[in-house]
């Protein structure tokens, strides 16, 4: 990776623990413990009362309980230890599953709200910013219609009045259809986003990997980067000369998920951004490397495995969340190689599948399906 020294490090998700086995051994010693001095003495009572009723035997819960504390009568208290022991544990067990289920929904409702504020935050600055230009192309055009009512009274203005007036709506106009493309571009990655997201199987493809990831560059550059002097290159080439090509079979719209957040990441904090596509056999790399500030991995580290807070978005890399969570659907993984000051490379691992694997892959899960 050029000048860069060291290994890159797996970037892992949030995954929710609560302390597995303390469930386990505090079910199974809370289960041992209601058997030997709850569930075992209600047996003997039981019995006593049956032989009490049935043979005759005098009601002595005194000597009864202390018979059955006797050596000839240990097996039977250990077995009753035993059985507590691993319902306790059992239940234990569905305990953690249930808390974990809930620290997961709870992580889920987080990483939602923080969507939730970031969008209400960009569409509200797109709103108000068509609404004003809205407003300015309504004041020109009762200025023009001023100047059209002076020229029916004869007092017609000078060309280059008019075309002063009809040059600022021009420019107008021009933003406003900007800022609609804007808004039209962002409900369609947002949609883009909750399809891959809320997609278990992924949908794949066969596909030129380098087109696709030209226009997703190329998407980026145009739409949301416009104003910043960006240099991009892949594999060493400029973008608009990189000829390769590369046949893969990947979901789109995951893929374009995943890519558009690491290099959205890199453009905002960097204006030279190298990607070089690494192929093997097994899998393929995609390599996204920026010249910013860097940042300190294991800071990253720690946010990216702690809930995100909706009322910081930013710091809370919801990009990076995402990313790695579409990975895990792809049996892939994110990697980062990055230090304060230094810039950051982010490393997008997934397996590599040919047309006949995708084929055979998706057959084999109609089968699970079909049988399931």
Known sequence: MNDRQGEPTVLKPFIPRGHPLAYLWVGVLIGAGAALLVAYPLILVINLIHDHLTFGVPFDLTHALSQGLKPRRWPYLII???????????????????????????????????????????????ALGIQGFANRIKRKMACLEEHFKA???????????????????????????????????????????????????????????????????????????????????????????????????FDPHIMEVILQNL???????????????????????????????????????????????????????????????LLEKCQGRLLALCQPGKGATFIVEFPRLTVNQNISSQEEAQESKNLG
């Open 151 to 249: 020229c029916a009274r004869q007092e017609c203005l000078t060309y280059g009045q008019f075309y002063r007036d009809f040059d600022s709506l021009q420019q107008s106009v021009a933003v406003l259809e900007e800022a609609s493309e804007r808004l039209n571009h962002t409900l369609g990655q947002e949609l883009l986003f909750l399809r891959a997201l809320t997609s278990n199987n992924p949908a794949l493809e066969p596909r030129d990997f380098y087109p696709f990831l030209q226009k997703c560059v190329q998407d980026l550059l145009a739409l949301r980067f416009r104003d910043k002097d960006l240099r991009v290159d892949i594999n060493g080439l400029p973008l608009g000369e990189v000829h390769e090509s590369l046949i893969l079979a």
């Open 80 to 126: 009753s230890g035993l059985g507590g022991a691993l319902i306790g544990g059992a239940l234990g067990r569905i305990l953690q599953r249930i808390r974990e289920n809930r620290l997961r929904l709870d992580n889920l409702h987080h990483e939602f709200e923080i969507q939730v504020t970031t969008l209400r935050h960009h569409y509200k600055n797109l």
């Open 263 to 325: 290099l959205t990441n890199a453009m905002k904090n960097g204006n030279h951004i190298q990607i070089r596509v690494r192929e093997g056999p097994p899998k393929v790399q995609v390599e996204v490397e920026d010249n910013g500030p860097g940042m300190d991995l294991k800071d990253l580290q720690r946010q990216l495995q702690a809930p995100g807070r909706p009322r910081d978005a930013e710091s809370t890399h919801l990009g990076l969340k995402v990313s790695l969570h």
